[in-house]
C-alpha cells in the first residue's frame, strides 16, 4: 500500500523487511498501533515528527528534519498558481471556431505558473490573468469567464471591425472536436524565473 509519500514508503518497506508489526513499532515510539497506522496511511501529522524521526532510526531509514509537504497541501499550492491568457483574438495562442448557435468564439489557452507577470510565448503581449469585464482571476481555461461568464477575449461587434478582425478568426476557425481536445489538454507549467 503505496501512499506516494517517498518517506512513508520507505519506512513501511523497513518495517516490513524487519518482520516488525504495527504495534511492536507503536511500543518502541510509546504511540499506539492506530497511530502508526495512520501515519502509513499518508497522515503525516498522525504523529509528532519527532517521533516519525525515532520510527526512522528505529528501522533504518533516513527522515528528513522537516515535515514534508503533504499531497493535499502541494495540489492546493498548485491550484494557487496563476493562470494567464493572451488578450490578442489573433494570437496564435488563442484558437477561433464557431459555437453551437453560429457566434464566432475565442478559446483562450492558459499557461499556468506561479509569475506574477508574464508575456505570450505567441505574440509577446503582456498576458492576463483577470476577466475584462468583471476582473474575477481566471480560475479555468476556456471561452468564457467562470465567474461572470462572458467572453475572456471580446470580440468587436460584426457591424464595426474595421480591423477585419472577425474576418481573419473566421478563416482561422477551427473543429468543434478540435477545440474539446484542446480543453481537455492540461495547461502547461512554467517554472518561475531563476534568479
Ligand atoms: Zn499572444
Ligand atoms: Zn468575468
Redesign the pocket.
Known sequence: MATGIPVIDALIAARLALSLSLRAVGRELGVSAAAIHHLESGNLAAISWDKVQAYGALVGVAIPEERPETPRAARARHVALRLFY?P?PL?V?NHSYWDERGELRVLAMMVRTQRAELK?S??G?VMESHCPHCDGQVVTSGTFCSSCGKELIPLPPPDSDPLGIRAALAAGCEERSVIQQLLSRETREIPPPME
Open positions: 493572451c490578442k494570437c495562442r505570450c505567441g505574440c503581449e
